[in-house]
DNA sequence: CTGTTAGCGCTTTCAG
DNA sequence: CTGAAAGCGCTAACAG
């Protein structure tokens, strides 16, 4: 608080007031004897300036501590630097990731990453899509919900990608991973391991992830002519109060050897049961979960998981999203990342 | 993509150019045979608008998908209802809350959030106070690595909030928690328990989060009666390649019977370098963290750790530039949050 | 209660 | 190479 008065009820509106508002272009090109479309021009580096112009006008922009006001400039030009996010939770390491490399690449790009968590139910996906509307996104990015949020979008002619999952039935660009490949992964590797009653976790959706990853456990089965026993498979919501208590169930039931639970959040809790009922990883039962998190290698066995090239599917997204933003044209593409099966000690034969 | 031709080049623009333009609040405005004054007020609902005129009006909105520009909102009214955030890494789990609870409260008040992360020095750092600047954010919330962001913001009117660490000479508000009580708490656990040599690794920083740590273990210190042999203190830049190296070292050559991290990262090293070197936790040595994030209760033995409401640090920082926002003017304002000692297996009496 | 008017700050023709 | 002029879409006086 070096040099401020801290009785004063200083605000930062009291001290701005004293300046009377941002500096405008008008201003910048007050102070260097030009006109505002001279000015314009010489701060965006487009049409001709003399040099001399320009020099004067870079130092008066510069002394007057000018910044170019993003409204004005969206308004004129219909389109802004700001590219919406939406993630299903920000909590979860899977999505907080996949925002990271969201923003790193808009950030290299100069443009801004408006984010919006907490995305659970299609009414406020929606919500959220009117906003990026209303600032007139140069494009936005989700792990969508429902499909209404990237027809509106589309309509309106914002270009949209999903990641993770795909939903739309409008046309746009997506980046997932081969699902159904690494759960086929994961479960043959238990049925390699001579596995026969492989239990498999799986949220209750109707997301494109969910169904691969149920796609490649049945395949998995099928190559190895293991038939799937129905009551292994489990239709969960992972944020009901009662998820452990019917993984308890299944174990107790079920009588699975392994289990495969199809996302970090499932396998959590299916790891917390096990844990809780002191069943020994992998003697008891083997696990492997879809989406390796940092928690996987650091427990003790680690858990053998299907890893996701999550910062990489954010970046992804990222670049299909520029390209757009800045003119390219083409027809939709998905992109399809392929994920690797990272075998630790939680796997193992049958006792 | 049921619909749609899939060999043609669609992209959102081309879908969008059969409606020629967004829908405005003039075309609003001519559907219900008013004003473009009267629909704004009817749609904002302040001033007088006759009951019949309103009805009309949200009638055509509704019916024509209208959706207002928010850049000449701001444009006009000078303020936009953005709020600038900016973290450290999202990828850390410690930011990743941070952010969760910011967005969440900010999204209750109908705010979005501007999410910059990657926020390591101090010239990045005011590059994105630039871009809120330009944005005539609302505020700007962040865990600031320098003065001249946050200086910069006020001086142009734009109201900060500090969280995690206070680092600003601009008169702003602040939301942190004790960090010397968190580790004055933790380090007297090690010292009642027998510990004599109580290592300390802290982040190479003038942040006013390690200097209060750092004082909490000299406080502690003090308090037992304890010297503090200064070679047992160590400090770190937590991405530096020979964290864990330099972490070994102080193993080998200051003898520790117990180690205090001073935050998530550092606890991870030093727990690795544990692994690898197969000490047992708490046999070999004690281990305690600042900041209590999940993996230090999964894995065996439990991490002892100093556990910060982040989420709530968030969401406070959200509330009080939010109040600034909607006009309440006051002196800067530091909330201190309480931290809490979480006991877990990784701390016992020296052997 | 409603419409007219002006203008936010910028970019972009279009003349010069 | 430069400036004048128009206008992006909205809101806020102000007069009716």
Redesign the pocket.
């Given at each position: 608080m070096a040099g401020v008065d801290p009785g004063a009820a200083l605000t930062a509106a009291t001290v701005y007031a004293a300046h009377r508002?941002?500096v405008?272009?008008?201003d910048v090109a007050r102070a260097a004897g030009?006109?505002?479309?001279?000015a314009?021009?010489a701060?965006?580096g487009?049409?001709?300036?003399?040099?001399?112009?320009r020099a004067r006008l870079l130092l008066a922009a510069e002394r007057l501590g000018y910044v170019?006001?993003a409204s004005?400039?969206t308004?004129?030009?219909?389109r802004s630097r700001v590219v919406g996010v939406v993630v299903s939770d920000l909590r979860n390491q899977f999505y907080a990731d996949l925002a990271a490399g969201v923003g790193e690449t808009l950030r290299a790009a100069d443009y801004q990453m408006v984010l919006l968590s907490d995305n659970v139910e299609s009414e406020r996906e929606v919500m959220g899509a009117r906003t990026f509307l209303a600032m007139r996104a140069a494009g936005v990015i989700l792990t969508p919900v429902g499909r209404e949020a990237a027809s509106l979008l589309v309509r309106n002619g914002i270009d949209v990608v999903e990641v993770d999952r795909q939903l739309a039935d409008a046309p746009c660009d997506a980046v997932v991973v081969d699902n159904a490949r690494g759960a086929e992964e994961a479960t043959s590797h238990l049925l390699d391991l001579g596995h026969r009653r492989v239990a498999l976790l799986v949220p209750e959706t109707d997301w494109t992830t969910d169904a691969g990853r149920l796609r490649g456990y049945r395949q998995a089965h099928a190559a190895a002519g293991v038939p799937v026993d129905e009551r292994l498979v489990l239709s969960l919501r992972e944020d009901a109060p009662d998820v452990e208590e019917r993984i308890g169930r299944l174990l107790d039931e079920g009588r699975p050897t392994a289990i495969f639970a199809a996302n970090n959040v499932l396998a959590e809790h299916a790891w917390r049961v096990l844990r809780r009922r002191e069943l020994k990883l992998p003697h008891d039962v083997s696990l492997v979960g879809f989406d390796d998190v940092r928690w996987m290698e650091m427990v003790e066995p680690g858990i053998t998981a299907v890893a996701q090239p999550t910062v990489e599917l954010g970046r992804t997204a990222a670049r299909l999203l520029l390209e757009r933003a800045e003119g390219v044209t083409r027809p939709p593409r998905v992109e399809c990342l392929p994920p690797e099966l990272v075998v630790r000690g939680s796997t193992a034969p049958p006792a």
């Open positions: 508002g941002p405008t272009l008008a030009t006109s505002a479309s001279t314009s021009r701060l965006n487009r049409g001709y300036v003399s040099e001399d112009a170019a006001n004005a400039r308004l004129k030009q219909k």
